[in-house]
Nanobody, 125 residues
Framework: QVQLVESGGGLVQVGGSLRLCCVASGDTFRIERMAWFRQAPGKERELVVGIRWKSAGHHYADSVKGRFVFIRERAKSTVHLQMNDLKPEDTAAYYC??????????????????WGQGTQVTVSS
């Protein structure tokens, strides 16, 4: 079992920055993949960025490339999502996810067994 706890969400103006944090506990040595997803009101949950924990291979959503950065602190089993140049369309609940199994892709929501409770990010114009 892996437990995930997110923090760092809040209200920010357009063009501003936020850093989200996700702390993993439990059987963290089993983690093979981690990701950040987001879900805006009335929309489906979508991948923001996913990585392979050991190799650091990653996949960013096109909408966040060049603005968001996935940062990992392996020794602390902690990951961050540095979000820069925020836009109103980035407003969503952001979720940290993890899974111990190999998967061919990083973007499928159903491929992640463990989820945090989510943290809200609101970008105001």
């Amino acid at each position: 079992q892996v437990q995930l706890v997110e923090s760092g969400g809040g209200l920010v103006q357009v063009g501003g920055s936020l850093r989200l944090c996700c702390v993993a506990s439990g059987d963290t040595f089993r983690i093979e993949r981690m990701a950040w997803f987001r879900q805006a009101p009335g929309k489906e949950r979508e991948l923001v960025v996913g990585i392979r924990w050991k190799s650091a291979g990653h996949h960013y959503a096109d909408s966040v490339k060049g603005r968001f950065v996935f940062i990992r602190e392996r020794a602390k089993s902690t990951v961050h999502l540095q979000m820069n140049d925020l836009k109103p369309e980035d407003t969503a609940a952001y979720y940290c996810a993890a899974d111990p199994r190999y998967a061919a892709t990083l973007y499928k929501e159903d491929d992640y067994a463990y989820w945090g409770q989510g943290t809200q990010v609101t970008v105001s114009s």
